[in-house]
């Protein structure tokens, strides 16, 4: 089965950098799950609040320059938490990075505070 993003997940890949943007336009394209777009850029005011929850660690998130989206397994019509589906999720993305020859970093891979949903371009690549 073939997936689309949706008109929501579009927008909310507004302002987001192009070729991070190119990268989650193929994933969907090859993905063997459906998934949405959850975050793309976020106000300083959004992330001081994610600060504040424990849900986030950092001040300097590359959301705030559009370096970063966070993505959600669609499965049955809802987002879906179970890693498992993040590891398909960041196998489809680093296909997809590949093929667009973009570097990606995914959230799971860090050795602390592990992020399933969120991918992001490089620092060193891609400085804000």
Same mark, same amino acid.
């Given at each position: 089965?073939? /997936?689309?993003?949706?008109?929501?997940?579009?927008? &909310?890949? #507004?302002? *987001?950098?192009?070729?991070?943007?190119?990268?989650?336009?193929?994933?969907? #394209?090859? #993905?063997?799950?459906?998934?949405?777009?959850?975050?793309?850029?976020?106000?300083?005011? &959004?992330?001081?609040?994610?600060?504040?929850?424990?849900?986030?660690?950092?001040?300097? #998130?590359?959301?705030?320059?559009?370096?970063?989206?966070?993505?959600?397994? /669609?499965?049955?019509?809802? *987002?879906?938490?179970?890693?498992?589906? /993040?590891?398909?999720?960041?196998?489809?993305?680093?296909?997809?990075?590949?093929?667009?020859?973009?570097?990606?970093?995914?959230?799971?891979?860090?050795?602390?505070?592990?992020?399933?949903?969120?991918?992001?371009?490089?620092?060193?690549? /891609?400085?804000?």
């Amino acid at each position: 089965m073939t /997936y689309e993003l949706s008109k929501r997940s579009k927008d &909310r890949l #507004s302002g *987001v950098h192009p070729d991070l943007v190119r990268v989650v336009e193929k994933a969907i #394209s090859i #993905s063997d799950i459906d998934f949405t777009v959850l975050e793309g850029v976020r106000s300083i005011a &959004r992330q001081e609040q994610l600060v504040k929850s424990g849900a986030s660690q950092t001040m300097r #998130s590359r959301h705030i320059t559009g370096h970063a989206v966070d993505l959600g397994a /669609y499965v049955a019509g809802q *987002v879906r938490w179970d890693w498992p589906l /993040y590891h398909k999720l960041a196998d489809t993305m680093k296909k997809a990075a590949a093929e667009c020859n973009v570097p990606i970093e995914w959230g799971g891979d860090w050795t602390s505070f592990k992020d399933g949903p969120h991918f992001q371009l490089p620092h060193k690549e /891609y400085p804000a």
